[in-house]
């Protein structure tokens, strides 16, 4: 059989499965509505678009000087000639508006996870992570144990008598990383951010938390699950995303101590050998971030919509899988957030 056959073979399977994905085209910005080619008008009730920042006025304009003054492309990966001033000027922004010290963006969040754990940990080290966190931190600790030999080693989802086991069996490792969803992307609960921290520091470890779809929708300002329990400035290190409720574009940051965004512009290979987000993209995240600190009432409304947990979908609405929208091509036991496997 041919290379290409065999992916049309691969294709029928996936169809049959009922898990063959169809791109849907929008013919106009991301919003509440839009229009979608063969479709017409539809109402969009499953975007990221939280806070409606895709086609906000100021975001727009943002990315548009941002590409009048400095161009389409960076034409250099970044510690050569690749870095602007308002990559500068985003990352300030980041790492203020997430209560950190420091910030380094990535042209995504699966990069800045990516970055992260193979970048931090040696074979001496360990990282311990909730058993349904995102397919990108999964990938992360599996690169990182490939790359580095590291240790990992799995929690039950939220089970924090499970956690503490697994911090006392690593007591003797170097670097012991917790690494946690902030908003469970599937599940829709919120990390027991609270018990983490309070585990990591009787352990002596570090915790990192992606926080995509906290970041911008919770907290009273929005600063993501840290400002939620009050804990701003408490978590070791934040990895986030600038492609959902932040609409300005895509790419994501890693943020923490001072010293985390330097030692990553350093060592971190999806850093070092990539081209940094494009200046528009980096101008209108900036815009974005600004427009969230700005307008807080933005946050407020969302918190006071209301939500019906466990509604029955309406007519013609088929209810997901659990961790359906992860699937693409992995088993059910990948998905489930065991990087031993």
Known sequence: MSFAARLEAELEQFKQQGVYKRLNHLEGPQAARTRMEGRGEVVILSSNNYLGLCNEPEVVAGGKRALDQFGAGTGSVRFICGTFAIHRELEQALARFVGCESALSY???????????????????IVISDQLNHASIIDAIRLAKSITKCQTAVYRHSDMADLEDKLRAAKDSRLKLIFTDGVFSMEGDIAKLPDIVTLARRYGAVVAMDDSHGTGVLGRSGRGTAEHYRMLGQVDIITSTLGKALGGAAGGFTAGPSPLADYLTQRSRPQLF?????????????????????HPELVTRLHQRPVFPGAAPGPGLQAPRRRDAHRAGDSGRDLQGDPDE
């Open 107 to 125: 042209v995504s969040c699966w990069n800045a996870n990516e970055g992260l754990v193979a970048t931090l940990l040696g074979e001496q080290d």
């Open 274 to 294: 990539s081209n940094a987000l494009p200046p528009t993209v980096a101008g209108s995240a900036l815009a974005a971030v600004r427009h969230v600190e700005h």
